[in-house]
């Protein structure tokens, strides 16, 4: 079955502004399937989430956007964060995402060109090709250049950190089944398309912003 999973969205759990209910309408709305919540550093929106999400017939992947020495990952399959608020040497979030059984994805490769080598010699699960946040096609373009340097499964997200964002990309996922388990395992071995596309300017401004205030960099 193929299911329309937007696998990088924000919350009010860390710098969204979006609340859970408000997110999962959202995507409820755009014709999604699920979504995966990647707060930064924090899994707590899942648990939130979770719930709410089985009244929407909507599937709910748990994770978090980890800060690593090589760039952000987003972690699923996944529901606590070992390192908390501290940055992860990439090799290391590599394997312990492996130990966990969960899925790693480097994030929105563009805003960190110098990881690629790294990325190349310790592969991720797969490569975010699509990003709604760049601010810029030029940025879009160089992203999806990189993932493909990478050899790896590509996916797609929107990164939203407004609600009215969400979904603007998707990762399609050719899945046995709906459960977590069986989307991770075919995302783990590439069955997947993507879509998307830029979210609005002032979206993406708006979010660059907040960034600066919230987060050490992207």
């Not at 790693?104 to 090709?129: C, F, L, Q, V």
């Not at 990478?150 to 996922?173: F, K």
Request: glycine residues 8%; neutral net charge; aromatic residues 8%.
């Amino acid at each position: 079955m193929k299911l329309k999973i937007d696998l990088h969205v924000h919350t009010n759990h860390s710098d969204g502004t979006g609340s859970i209910k408000e997110v999962l309408i959202t995507a409820y709305k755009k014709g999604l399937n699920g979504v995966a919540i990647t707060d930064h550093e924090t899994t707590n929106g899942f648990f939130e989430a979770k719930d709410y999400a089985k009244k929407l017939n909507l599937i709910v992947i748990p994770g978090f956007e980890l800060k690593t020495d090589a760039g952000h990952i987003l972690a699923l399959g996944v529901k606590w964060n070992p390192w908390g608020e501290r940055r992860a040497i990439y090799e290391e979030a590599i394997e312990w995402l492996r130990g966990e059984c969960g899925i790693s994805i480097i994030a929105h490769p563009a805003t960190k060109i110098h990881g690629i080598n790294r990325w190349i010699e310790k592969k991720p699960d797969a490569i975010e090709a699509i990003n709604s946040n760049y601010p810029s096609k030029f940025m879009l373009k160089r992203g999806l250049k990189m993932a493909l340097k990478v050899n790896v499964p590509l996916t797609a997200g929107s990164d939203a950190h407004q609600p009215e964002c969400v979904g603007n990309a998707y990762t399609i996922i050719d899945a046995e089944g709906d459960n977590v388990e069986e989307i991770l395992e075919a995302l783990r071995v590439g069955r997947v398309e993507i879509a998307g596309r830029l979210s609005s300017i002032k979206s993406r401004i708006s979010t660059a912003f907040k960034q600066i205030l919230y987060y050490d960099g992207i």
